[in-house]
C-alpha cells in the first residue's frame, strides 16, 4: 500500500538489517526516534501528541478476542508500548454467548471491560475505534475516527465474522451469534415471539413458535439444548397454553452427522440426547434461501418459521485485506509462515481465527486455544527479535475439545484420545467454562447463574432489553454509533 508519512532513516527496522536485534535499551539510546517518531507529525502534517518522544518500541494489536488478549498480556511488564486497539471496549467470552441468546446468563457474565484488564500495566493502552485502513509502508494503523496509530509491530488479531456462504435472505433475516449484541437480540426476539403467540394465539402465523437453527457445529449444538430447555421455564410463564405442544426447535446441518470433528459415538450420542430432549435434528440438509416467512431447502422443502439462527460458519475478519495482496486459505484466512508473520510482511503478525496457520493435517481449527495460543506466540517472537534472541516456529498444544448438549450431558474429547460424554463430560465443561471467564466478578456471577438455573430448572434472565442491532460492518466509534441509535429510533417512532 502507499505510504502516508515518511520514514525516519534512522529508526531500526525491527524486521531486518541494522538494529533488528538490539536490546531496546541500546536501540533507544542509539535511534532516539525509535518507536515510529516520524519527526513528532501525522501523517497528514500535523504535530503528534500520543507517545511521539516515546523511545521505546511500538506494537499496536487490533482485536482484544482470546488471541488479541493474550498478546497483550504477554507483552505487559516489558520495554515495549502497546497500543490494543478493539471496536468494543469489552472482551467477551464467545463460547458463551449462547448462553446469554437464551436466557440462561445476563451479557455482563461474559463480557469484561478492556481497561479494567490492563489498568495496572504501565505499557498498555487501549483505544476504542474501528480500523479503516493499514498502511505497511508507512506503518500506520487509520481508525474510522481520531488520530491514526503509528506501529513498529502489528498483530492482526479481529478474529472472524459471520459467513452466510452467499445463501439468499440470511444477511437480511437471520441472527447471527457472533457478538454481545447479536445475543441480546435474538434473546429479545424469542421472548417477543412467545409475547406475539400468548396475545392471540388464533391470528399467529404458523413459524411465529419454530425456531429454526443452522449449523451442527458445537454453537448450533449447545444453542439448539439451551433452547429447549428454555422453553420448559417459558412454559410456567405461559400458563394459557402448552409450550412444548406448539413450539418446534429444528437443527439443520448439511454433513451427515452433527458435531463433524468428533469421534463417531459423541456425534451419535450428541444426537439422540438432543433428538429424546424433543429437538428436530435434520443432516445432510442444505439451505437454499431464506425468506421473512420460510427457510427453504434442499428438495424443494420449506419450514416455516420467523427466527432462523445462523450458526453455520464464520470468515475472517476484513482487517486481512487491509494489509494488501496477501495469500489467503479457500476460508478467507490470510496464510502465515511459521512464525506467524504474514509472508511478505516481516513486522506484521496474524493470530486467531483470521490467520491459516499450518498444522499437521491442514489449518488448525478457529478454536479459543488456537486463538490464545497463537497470540501468546507472536508476542514471544517479537519480544526475542527486539531481545536479540532467534524466533521460533509456532506448535499447536492441543489440549482436546467438548461441546455441552444440556443439562448433565456434554462430550469431550481429551489429548490422549481420551472420551467423555455424560455427566462427567458436563462437569468438566461446566469447571473449564467458568475458569477461563475474565474477572472474578464475571466467573463469580456466572457460577451462581448456572448453580440457579440448575436447581431451579429456570432460566432466569428472561427480560426483554430491546437495544438496536449493529452490525458487524457497522464502525462502533461512539459518535457514528450515537447517530446511528438516534436515527434508529426515529424510524421505529415514525412507524409506530
Given at each position: 500500500m502507499s505510504s502516508s508519512a515518511p520514514h525516519d532513516p534512522s529508526a531500526p527496522d525491527l524486521s531486518s538489517g541494522d538494529g533488528a536485534h538490539e536490546p531496546a535499551d541500546i536501540r533507544a539510546r542509539k535511534h532516539p526516534t525509535v518507536g515510529h517518531a516520524v519527526d513528532g507529525r501525522m501523517p497528514d502534517g500535523r504535530p503528534r501528541g500520543d507517545g511521539a518522544a516515546d523511545v521505546?518500541?511500538?506494537?499496536?494489536?487490533?482485536?482484544?478476542?482470546?488471541?488479541?488478549?493474550?498478546?497483550?498480556?504477554?507483552?505487559?511488564?516489558?520495554?515495549?508500548?502497546?497500543?490494543?486497539?478493539?471496536?468494543?471496549?469489552?472482551?467477551?467470552?464467545?463460547?458463551?454467548?449462547?448462553?446469554?441468546?437464551?436466557?440462561?446468563?445476563?451479557?455482563?457474565?461474559?463480557?469484561?471491560n478492556v481497561r479494567n484488564i490492563f489498568q495496572d500495566a504501565d505499557n498498555v493502552r487501549f483505544r476504542l475505534g474501528t480500523v479503516s485502513e493499514v498502511d505497511t509502508d508507512g506503518k500506520w494503523v487509520h481508525l474510522?475516527?481520531?488520530?491514526?496509530?503509528?506501529?513498529?509491530?502489528?498483530?492482526l488479531a479481529a478474529g472472524a465474522v459471520t459467513n452466510d456462504f452467499g445463501v439468499?435472505?440470511?444477511?437480511?433475516?437471520?441472527?447471527?451469534?457472533?457478538?454481545?449484541?447479536?445475543?441480546?437480540?435474538?434473546?429479545?426476539?424469542?421472548?417477543?415471539?412467545?409475547?406475539?403467540?400468548?396475545?392471540?394465539?388464533?391470528?399467529?402465523?404458523?413459524?411465529?413458535?419454530?425456531?429454526?437453527?443452522?449449523?451442527?457445529?458445537?454453537?448450533?449444538?449447545?444453542?439448539a439444548g439451551a433452547l429447549v430447555e428454555?422453553?420448559?421455564?417459558?412454559?410456567?410463564?405461559?400458563?394459557?397454553?402448552?409450550?412444548?405442544?406448539?413450539?418446534?426447535?429444528?437443527?439443520?446441518?448439511?454433513?451427515?452427522?452433527?458435531?463433524?470433528?468428533?469421534?463417531?459415538?459423541l456425534r451419535a450420542y450428541t444426537r439422540e440426547v438432543l433428538e429424546a430432549r424433543g429437538v428436530e435434528v435434520m443432516t445432510e440438509t442444505v439451505v437454499e434461501r431464506v425468506d421473512e416467512h420460510a427457510v427453504h431447502l434442499n428438495g424443494g422443502n420449506t419450514i416455516p418459521t420467523q427466527t432462523l439462527v445462523w450458526a453455520a460458519g464464520v470468515k475472517a475478519s476484513p482487517v486481512v485485506d487491509m494489509v494488501g495482496p496477501v495469500e489467503k486459505a479457500s476460508d478467507g484466512r490470510v496464510v502465515v509462515n511459521p512464525e506467524?508473520?504474514?509472508?511478505?510482511?516481516?513486522?506484521?503478525?496474524?493470530?486467531?481465527?483470521?490467520?491459516?496457520?499450518?498444522?499437521?493435517?491442514?489449518?488448525?481449527?478457529?478454536?479459543?486455544?488456537?486463538?490464545?495460543?497463537?497470540?501468546?506466540?507472536?508476542?514471544?517472537?517479537?519480544?526475542?527479535?527486539?531481545?536479540?534472541?532467534?524466533?521460533?516456529?509456532?506448535?499447536?498444544?492441543?489440549?482436546?475439545?467438548?461441546?455441552?448438549?444440556?443439562?448433565?450431558?456434554?462430550?469431550?474429547?481429551?489429548a490422549g484420545g481420551l472420551k467423555f460424554k455424560g455427566l462427567i463430560a458436563w462437569l468438566m465443561w461446566v469447571v473449564i467454562h467458568i475458569a477461563k471467564i475474565v474477572g472474578f466478578r464475571n466467573r463469580a456471577s456466572a457460577f451462581v447463574n448456572w448453580a440457579y438455573n440448575y436447581f431451579t430448572y429456570s432460566r432466569s434472565a428472561r427480560l426483554l432489553l430491546d437495544v438496536v442491532p449493529i452490525s458487524d460492518d457497522l464502525s462502533m466509534e461512539v459518535?457514528?454509533?450515537?447517530?446511528t441509535v438516534k436515527q434508529r429510533l426515529k424510524e421505529v417512532e415514525a412507524g409506530a
Open positions: 521505546r518500541p511500538h506494537v499496536v494489536i487490533v482485536g482484544a478476542g482470546f488471541a488479541g488478549l493474550e498478546a497483550a498480556k504477554k507483552l505487559t511488564d516489558t520495554p515495549i508500548r502497546v497500543t490494543l486497539v478493539d471496536r468494543n471496549n469489552y472482551h467477551k467470552f464467545q463460547p458463551l454467548l449462547y448462553e446469554v441468546a437464551m436466557a440462561g446468563l445476563e451479557a455482563d457474565d461474559i463480557a469484561h474510522r475516527s481520531g488520530d491514526p496509530i503509528p506501529y513498529d509491530q502489528l498483530i439468499e435472505g440470511v444477511s437480511e433475516y437471520g441472527f447471527p451469534l457472533k457478538n454481545v449484541p447479536d445475543a441480546v437480540n435474538l434473546r429479545n426476539h424469542i421472548l417477543r415471539q412467545f409475547e406475539r403467540y400468548d396475545r392471540n394465539p388464533d391470528e399467529a402465523d404458523d413459524g411465529t413458535l419454530t425456531f429454526v437453527i443452522v449449523g451442527g457445529g458445537p454453537t448450533g449444538v449447545e444453542t428454555l422453553f420448559d421455564t417459558l412454559n410456567d410463564d405461559f400458563t394459557a397454553f402448552d409450550i412444548r405442544e406448539r413450539a418446534r426447535c429444528v437443527l439443520l446441518e448439511m454433513q451427515e452427522d452433527l458435531l463433524p470433528p468428533y469421534a463417531e459415538s506467524l508473520a504474514i509472508p511478505g510482511h516481516p513486522d506484521i503478525y496474524a493470530v486467531g481465527d483470521l490467520a491459516a496457520i499450518q498444522g499437521e493435517d491442514g489449518y488448525e481449527p478457529q478454536l479459543a486455544q488456537v486463538a490464545m495460543q497463537s497470540g501468546r506466540h507472536a508476542a514471544e517472537n517479537i519480544l526475542s527479535r527486539i531481545n536479540n534472541r532467534t524466533t521460533e516456529s509456532f506448535t499447536y498444544s492441543d489440549l482436546g475439545q467438548m461441546a455441552t448438549i444440556g443439562r448433565n450431558a456434554a462430550v469431550a474429547e481429551l459518535e457514528e454509533i450515537d447517530r
